[in-house]
C-alpha cells in the first residue's frame, strides 16, 4: 500500500472517529482527535480538516478546537482559508473563516494584508455575523485610516452586540497604535451622545476608559450589562472628561 493509499485510510478511520465524538465530546476525546488530525500535513488533511467546519452541529469546544487546530497547519492553513472565503455562500462560514485569519496576526502570518482587506469589506455586509467578524480582525490587524471605516457601524449598526464591538476595535486599533486615539476618542465621544442601549453603551464607555486610561468604574474583562446605576455614573465620569478636553 503506497503512502497516499494509507493516508486515504487513516482520513476515513478519522471521519468515522468524528462521528462517534461530534456531539459528546469528552476533553481527551478533543486532544486525541486534535493530535490524530494534526499528524497528517497533506492537501487531502487540509481539506479534511477544513471540511469538518462546516458541521456546525458538532459540540461547541470541539468546533473551537477545531477551528485553533487548523491555524497550526501553517502558511498552507492560511492559503487554504483566503481561496476558500472567496468560494463559500454561507455568510456565517465567511465569518468563521475570517476571525480564523485574524488569529494568523499572531503566527506570523504571511497574507495578513489580504485578511484585512477581506475584513474592511465584511464591515459593508448585509449580514450581522460577517460585519461583527469583520469589526474583530479590523481591531486586530487596521490601523488610524480604519477608524473612519468603524464610525458607521458604532453610530449605526442595526445589530446592538456590533455597535458594542465596533467600540471594542476602535479600542484594539488604539491598543496597536497611540497615535490614533485622538480620533478614536472623538468617535467614541459622539456615539456616548447617541446611543442609547446599555448593552453598547457598556462597550462604548469601556473603550473610552481603556484609551484615556481613566477609571469608570467599568471592567473592561465582562461582557455582562452593568447596573443601571453604575453605567450613569461611568456616563457622567465620560462626559465631564470630554468637556474638560474640549475646555
Keep these: 500500500m503506497n503512502v497516499s493509499a494509507e493516508e486515504g485510510k487513516a482520513i476515513e478511520t478519522l471521519r468515522r472517529r468524528f462521528k462517534t465524538i461530534r456531539t459528546d465530546t469528552e476533553v481527551s476525546d478533543m486532544f486525541e482527535f486534535g493530535a490524530s488530525l494534526l499528524a497528517f500535513r497533506s492537501a487531502e488533511a487540509l481539506a479534511?480538516?477544513?471540511?469538518?467546519?462546516?458541521?456546525?452541529?458538532?459540540?461547541?469546544?470541539?468546533?473551537?478546537?477545531?477551528c485553533r487546530k487548523f491555524s497550526e497547519r501553517g502558511?498552507?492553513?492560511?492559503?487554504?482559508?483566503?481561496?476558500?472565503?472567496?468560494?463559500?455562500?454561507?455568510?456565517?462560514?465567511?465569518?468563521?473563516?475570517?476571525?480564523?485569519?485574524?488569529?494568523?496576526?499572531?503566527?506570523?502570518?504571511?497574507?495578513?494584508?489580504?485578511?484585512?482587506?477581506?475584513?474592511?469589506?465584511?464591515?459593508?455586509s448585509p449580514h450581522e455575523d460577517l460585519r461583527c467578524k469583520g469589526?474583530?480582525?479590523?481591531?486586530?490587524?487596521?490601523?488610524?485610516?480604519?477608524?473612519?471605516?468603524?464610525?458607521?457601524?458604532?453610530?449605526?449598526?442595526?445589530?446592538?452586540?456590533?455597535?458594542?464591538?465596533?467600540?471594542?476595535?476602535?479600542?484594539?486599533?488604539?491598543?496597536?497604535?497611540?497615535?490614533?486615539?485622538?480620533?478614536?476618542?472623538?468617535?467614541?465621544?459622539?456615539?456616548?451622545?447617541?446611543?442609547?442601549?446599555?448593552?453598547?453603551?457598556?462597550?462604548?464607555?469601556?473603550?473610552?476608559q481603556e484609551i484615556a486610561g481613566k477609571k469608570f468604574g467599568l471592567s473592561s474583562s465582562s461582557y455582562d450589562p452593568p447596573s443601571e446605576e453604575k453605567l450613569q455614573v461611568a456616563l457622567a465620569k465620560a462626559r465631564r472628561m470630554f468637556a474638560r478636553s474640549a475646555g
Design 135 to 208: 469589526l474583530w480582525v479590523i481591531g486586530w490587524l487596521g490601523g488610524t485610516t480604519d477608524i473612519a471605516k468603524v464610525a458607521p457601524l458604532l453610530a449605526n449598526d442595526s445589530a446592538v452586540a456590533n455597535r458594542g464591538w465596533a467600540a471594542s476595535a476602535l479600542m484594539q486599533i488604539v491598543l496597536n497604535r497611540r497615535s490614533a486615539a485622538p480620533k478614536a476618542l472623538e468617535c467614541l465621544r459622539a456615539a456616548l451622545e447617541l446611543e442609547r442601549d446599555p448593552v453598547a453603551l457598556r462597550g462604548i464607555l469601556v473603550a473610552v
Design 48 to 66: 479534511f480538516h477544513y471540511e469538518l467546519l462546516h458541521d456546525t452541529g458538532m459540540d461547541s469546544d470541539l468546533y473551537d478546537w477545531l
Design 75 to 124: 502558511d498552507e492553513a492560511e492559503d487554504h482559508l483566503l481561496a476558500s472565503f472567496e468560494r463559500e455562500q454561507d455568510p456565517a462560514m465567511q465569518a468563521t473563516v475570517l476571525q480564523m485569519l485574524g488569529t494568523f496576526k499572531y503566527r506570523k502570518g504571511q497574507r495578513l494584508k489580504e485578511t484585512a482587506a477581506l475584513a474592511r469589506a465584511a464591515l459593508a
